[in-house]
Structures are given as C-alpha cells and as structure tokens.
C-alpha cells in the first residue's frame, strides 16, 4: 500500500515562498505521476501541477507562473514551490499520486498552510 | 478548462436508504470520470474510476454509471460511514478539473 506524508511550514508571510515536500513509502516513484492538490472552502479542490517519473512537468495555468514541482527520486520525494504567496494561497496542499490523464489513486494526508502576516 | 457540476449540494437520507448524486461535465469526457469521498479531516479516497469501475476495497454498494456529460453515483444502502461528502473529477482532458461536491447528511 504506498503512503504519501506531506510536511513542511504551517504558516508562510506574504509574498514569501511556500515550500513543501511529499515523501513517498512503501513504494517507489516508479512510472507513474506525482501531483499536488489544494483545497480551500472559496476554491474547492483544485490541481497544482505534476511531476512524471522522467522529470517533466505540467502545471494549472492559474498558477503556473508561481510554481515548480520537482522530484526527487532518490530519496522517494516530490517537492512543490508556490512563489509570491497571498492569502489566497490559504488551503489544505495534499499530494497524491495521479494526473495526465490519470486518476489520483493515493494521497497524503493532507497539510494546512496559512498565508498571513 | 472543462466545468464539472455537481447535484445536490446537499442530500438528506435516512441509513439504509439509496442514495443518487450527479455530475455534469461542460464537455464531454467519455467515461474518463472518477468519483471520491471525503470524511472531515480526512484525504478524497477514490471510489469509482472510469465512470463505472470500483477501486480496490470499494463495497459493491457503490456503483457509478454515465459518459460523456452525465454521470451517477448510486449508494444502494447507505451505512453510518457513507455520510460524508463526494466529490466527480474529470481526467479526460490534460487539466484535471472537480465538481464542487455533494454533501450526503443524516435525515
């Protein structure tokens, strides 16, 4: 059964950067997509952008100026990247995977993030 | 982007009882449509993909159907653990887009 466990800061000051990393386990990165999704009460769920195992990217257009997502597969991680943060970037980020065209299958647990000063 | 719309917003039902929720996609999808429920606190767990296929571990009770713009989830007899909410996404296109879910609450 894999798991996915997000971490990284609860809080994040506006206009800073949110940086958050999801650990893969009992599993490996394989042939598959990573994503990010977040959800917020104003947005609903709402897809960030994924990573395919080879290391290509695809990203929502609302936000694709602002993020990156990378894998690192040595250690079974993904990362994501949300630069230039406001309060609309308030949520709960769960990684899963899935995306292109692919279910999401698995998710972490999720993490709240708040934007605030 | 293609628009997913989801019916009720929220439906009372008394354990036991069957249960129908609906998902309109802005475009046609084929049978590219998953369903997913959400507890408070907890991840969406996938329930149904390909319109009409369970996930691993999914109960019978729960059986999806539609394509193209229309789509149902039926729950043949609710159980206390079914009140949650759910959720239909489209994968048919190469941004995947959620309804904004149908709330299934005690009567």
């Known amino acids: 059964q894999v798991q996915l466990q997000e971490s990284g800061p609860g809080l994040v000051k506006p206009s800073e950067t949110l940086s958050l990393t999801c650990t893969v386990s009992s599993g490996s990165i394989g042939t598959y997509y990573w994503s990010w999704i977040r959800q917020s009460p104003g947005k609903g769920l709402e897809w960030i952008g994924y990573v395919y195992y080879s290391g290509s990217t695809d990203y929502n257009p609302s936000l694709k100026s602002r993020v990156t997502i990378a894998l690192a597969t040595s250690k079974n991680q993904f990362s994501l990247r949300l630069t230039s943060v406001t309060t609309a970037d308030t949520a709960v980020y769960y990684c899963a995977r899935g995306g292109g065209y692919v279910v999401f299958d698995y998710w972490g647990q999720g993490t709240p993030v708040t934007v605030s000063s | 982007e293609i628009v997913m719309t989801q019916s009720p917003a929220t439906l009372s039902v008394s354990p036991g009882e069957r249960a129908t929720l609906s998902c309109r996609a802005s475009q046609s999808v084929g049978g590219n449509l998953a369903w997913y429920q959400q507890k408070p606190g907890q991840a969406p767990r996938l329930l149904i993909y390909g319109s009409s296929t369970r996930a691993s571990g999914i109960p019978a009770r729960f059986s999806g159907s539609g394509s193209g713009t229309e789509f149902t989830l039926t729950i043949s007899s609710l159980q206390s653990e079914d009140f949650a909410v759910y959720y239909c996404?489209?994968?048919?296109?190469?941004?995947?887009?959620f309804g904004g879910g149908t709330k299934v609450e005690i009567k």
């Open positions: 996404q489209q994968y048919d296109n190469w941004l995947p887009t």
